[in-house]
């Protein structure tokens, strides 16, 4: 546990009665009502400005010109993710504060949440401003390639995009570990340490020219030896297997895909204003899409990496840091296998554990945390959907480096 967690306060609500739901189910509960409200205000959007309800001129411009278009873009998707936001302040406390372990004072909780709602309109409000003048100037196909690289920046400056989201100090690994580093056969100057308060914080790689690996601060203990060595070489594996990258490469292409067929389907050219609102929308609907299909493309990256720790620490030390993990994140080791389909793209602590103890092998398939590196690039298409999955639903600290395996 990090040493910041003693500014967190206890609260009734922590320590739900013997007739409350799980936690696991509890935030669950919100993550569905946070997707689902979220898709349902982008389906009514939608259908109002199909069904020209909302008051919007197609030549509608705050000034005239190209930079009056720039402009208008800017302030329509702000308004769009802002009254999401705001729609979503009683579900998001709730999650920040009510469904959760560690309960921060209220004060400190809405300072992060303000924060981070801030930095994630104005990067979706800039991206979709660049989208759409591409798309006037260059047409349907400059727009998508500019998807697709403002895709691939946000997730190579991940690291800097989660320190300005929330508050989080970098440090160097200390040197009595670097041996451990070493040994695992990563560069340890490739590796930092990430004060973060929120428990279920549990780093990965971030970036992808040079891709860092980011580890709580919490795990340096002389008691977290095993939890780190098991974790040193599942990370190693996602890296070096290419299940990183290719989780990487389908977060860029699955927004540029996503506009393109928005684009083709909305009566609107890229001139007209009902297209500037209607889009973030459509992209909230199709990284609702994601969440259906991508977890069933995630979970294989998690087997492989497991099967390859096992064979090196054991499938009794590899099984035990999963459940550990497995605590201080979701902390629901059996699920129902609908609700796993669904919802979770890292599979239950009780499956990892009988798959490591009925066969080692597993295939190099699917992309490490593919599904939630698509939610987060989705941003840049306008979707809102990144922020309020029942993963990290009123947890700033997660709302760009998301709980992993």
Known sequence: MSSSSARFASAPSATPSAHALPFARRRLRLGITGVGSSVLLAAALLLAVWQAWIPLDASWRIQPGLGGIALSVFALTMA????????????????GRRAIRQVPPLAQWFG??????????????????????????????????????????????????????????????????????????????????????????????????RPRLWIPARWTGSDMQTQRRVQWIRRGVQLKSGARMRGWWAAVLWPALGLWL????????????????????????????????????????????????????????TAHVISQLDQWQDD?????PLVESIFHPVPSAGNRARRLHEDLTADNRGGHQQTRLTLLSSLVAGSVLGRVVHCNIGRPSLWVVYPGD
């Open 332 to 336: 629901e080791p059996e699920r129902r």
């Open 262 to 317: 928005s684009v083709s389907l909305l009566p609107f050219a890229w001139d007209d204003a009902r297209l500037w609102l209607a889009l973030p929308a459509m992209s909230t609907l199709w990284s609702f899409v994601a969440v259906l299909l991508l977890p069933t493309l995630s979970r294989p990256a998690v087997y492989h990496a497991d099967a390859e720790a096992a064979r090196v620490v054991g499938v009794e030390n």
């Open 112 to 209: 992060a949440w303000l924060r981070g709602v801030l930095v994630l309109a104005l990067l979706a409000s800039a991206a979709m401003t660049a989208l759409v003048t591409a798309g006037i100037v260059g047409g349907t196909r400059a727009a998508v390639l500019t998807s697709a690289g403002l895709a691939a920046l946000v997730l190579t400056t991940q690291g800097l995009l989660a320190r300005l989201v929330s508050r989080m100090a970098l440090r160097a690994l200390p040197t009595t570990l670097l041996s451990e580093v070493q040994d695992a056969g990563l560069a340890a100057q490739d590796v930092q340490m990430v004060d973060v308060d929120d428990e279920a914080f549990v780093g990965g790689w971030v970036g992808a020219l």
């Open 80 to 95: 769009v993710y802002l009254v999401h936001a705001l729609l979503m302040l009683p579900v998001e406390h709730a999650g």
